[in-house]
């Protein structure tokens, strides 16, 4: 009996043993072998998942000056290189062994390998804006590896370094802050504003058939709630604003799931873990769209639109509608989490009541026809032709349409088209009959957008068959203007026949206030030069290079300027280098 209890015992201690060598040898979590791209603290001035113009931020914003040294977070090889002039500006891509790859975006210059090659490309394409997937053996990198200096590129308004890390498979960013970097985050998320709904015309939120928004206080710590039952009735919707906040920074970042419970019951929840880019623009949906455009609230909603294909939504039930007819209290919580494990909650009640005093027209107001989410939907009459594809309306909508008399400086009726607030998920058919066109400018027709402060902005378009037609991205209202006017150029660092050095810049801001800049070019003494562009800031720059520029000699310089109607501007001058 004892020499089979030593046994047993010597067996259970060989498993042990057997068990640690066996974990012992396992491969590290990959999400843990990443080290950081920058060597200063990691601040953040932005997180993933927070919502933008149109879409999800797909990365987080690292704290850095312009300049400071980028590493490579694992070793790898660099499968892109590209230079825009809006998104992430001049970015770097570098595809790594265990199925990530790594996003470096708003750099000023890459390491001096990458740099001259893109130089190059650029040279031999003649164009500053470029895309280029070098062969794997081409740039290898080792972890730890500088790639890069930080800067403020592409549509970036203060030096910082834009990261991601994607899913090799389909491109699709994740949250980077699941991956264990040193981020500091004790803080709770907060709670700023609750909004309630009512789904359809017969649904009503304290005795009305419109929604209700409440500003909330932190009233106890991480716990938010509101002064006695809410009244509802019929389909209900919920949803709240809150945003997270890191250690050292006062950035409104994401938090990273909320989730909504009804008699303790769960109704729907989202995670912000991966959103591909396909699906990134149905942010639009995700929140009170038409809060943002008055209020500037973001609002994230609990409950789903028809034709929101967002799937970050766990646990859903009819789509997060709760019913509320059976005339009794029902507790309502909404719980607020960040990936560091900090949490927030609001608790209130609702009360089912219904109240019969709402006017019909308050219920049935006056629209032109009905759209649907998932059909095409054509709306014409004399003077406009207005197609919106299938899917371009996240539900179904009454839309509204009139037109009126227009300003003289504009070549057609105004036309409301819609509700600014009705977001439209990627873009639509508009076409506009003019008045008092002439032919003569046909070419150079545009339609433009007036927005509620009478400012004009360009949604473009042609003159054909009678009607300028373009696309648009959002509602509102349209009318017919022409663009003649071709784009400024104003020097802002060159003086004519100023001696330059290769540590110099030659500068100019080139602007076109209506259908914008279509093509820019420069040469130098006849030949085309890289003249780069920061178009946030509307400035074409020029920085000598001396590998392909005679030195201790005069030089020409000229500038062609296009707008998108083809009007130009040429500027001529020369300097000493």
């Known amino acids: 009996m004892k020499n089979d209890f030593k046994h047993f015992a010597l067996w259970i201690l060989c498993c042990l043993i057997i068990s640690k060598l066996y974990v012992s040898a396992q491969p590290p979590n990959e999400r843990n072998t990443f080290v950081p791209p920058v060597d200063v603290p990691l601040y953040l001035t932005s997180n993933y998942g927070e919502i933008r113009e149109a879409h999800f931020h797909s990365g987080i914003d690292f704290l850095a000056e312009t300049g400071s040294k980028v590493y490579a977070i694992k070793e790898g090889y660099v499968s892109r290189i590209a230079v825009t002039l809006n998104g992430y500006g001049k970015a770097v891509y570098i595809a790594h062994p265990n199925g990530y790859t790594s996003v470096y975006g708003h750099l000023s210059e890459f390491m001096p390998e990458i740099e001259k090659y893109v130089k190059d490309q650029q040279y031999q394409r003649r164009k500053y804006v470029i895309n280029l997937y070098p062969e794997a053996d081409k740039f290898p990198v080792l972890q730890g590896q ?204 609702v009360i089912s009541s219904f109240d019969e005093k709402i006017p019909s027209d308050a219920v049935h107001p006056h629209y032109a026809d009905s759209f649907y989410y998932n059909t095409v939907n054509v709306y014409e009459t004399e003077q406009v032709k207005i197609a919106l594809p299938n899917g371009a309306l996240f539900t179904h909508i009454d839309f509204r349409y009139k037109a009126e008399k227009a300003a003289d400086t504009l070549f057609s009726a105004l036309h409301h088209v819609h509700e600014e607030s009705t977001p439209v998920h990627g873009t639509y058919m508009i076409s506009i009959k003019p008045v008092n066109l002439p032919q003569a400018l046909s070419s150079k027709a545009i339609i433009v957008m007036i927005d509620n402060k009478d400012k004009i902005s360009s949604t473009g378009g042609h003159y054909k068959n009678g009607y300028v037609t373009s696309r648009a991205g959002s509602f509102g209202r349209f009318a017919i203007f022409v663009d003649t006017m071709p784009p400024e150029i104003n020097p802002v660092s060159f003086v004519s026949k100023k001696k330059y050095t290769t ?64 009007n130009i501007r040429k500027f001529k001058g020369r300097f000493y280098f």
């Open 146 to 349: 500088i790639i890069a200096f930080s800067g403020n590129t592409g549509y970036s308004f203060g030096p910082h370094l834009h990261f991601e890390i994607r899913d090799s498979r389909g491109a699709i960013p994740l949250n980077v802050l699941t991956f264990d970097f040193p981020v500091a985050d004790s803080r709770t998320p907060r709670i700023t504003c609750l909004g309630i709904y009512p789904i359809n015309p017969h649904a009503q939120v304290d005795g009305t058939p419109n929604k209700v928004i409440i500003p909330l206080k932190n009233n106890n710590g991480n716990k938010y709630s509101i002064p006695g039952p809410v009244k509802v009735w019929g389909d209900i919707g919920f949803g709240i604003e809150t945003y997270d906040y890191l250690d050292g920074r006062e950035n409104m970042c994401s938090p990273f799931s909320v989730s909504l419970v009804v008699d303790d019951k769960l109704k729907n929840s989202f995670e912000l873990d991966r959103i591909s880019f396909g699906k990134s623009s149905y942010v639009n949906s995700h929140i009170d769209y038409a809060e943002k455009v008055s209020n500037g609230r973001k609002i994230q909603k609990l409950f789903v639109d028809p034709n929101n294909k967002l799937d970050i939504y766990k646990g859903m039930i009819n789509n997060g509608i709760c019913t509320f007819t059976d005339s009794l209290e029902h507790k309502v919580s909404v719980q607020v989490k960040d990936v560091a494990g900090n949490q927030a909650s609001l608790d209130f009640h």
């Open 503 to 566: 540590h110099q810049i030659i500068s100019f801001r080139i602007k076109d206030d209506l259908s914008g800049i279509g093509t820019y070019n420069g040469f130098i003494d006849g030949k085309w030069a890289l003249f780069e562009f920061d178009a946030k800031n509307d400035l074409l720059f020029y920085r000598p290079d001396a590998s392909r520029l005679q030195q201790n000699k005069e030089h020409t310089l000229e500038l062609i300027i296009t707008d998108r109607k083809d």
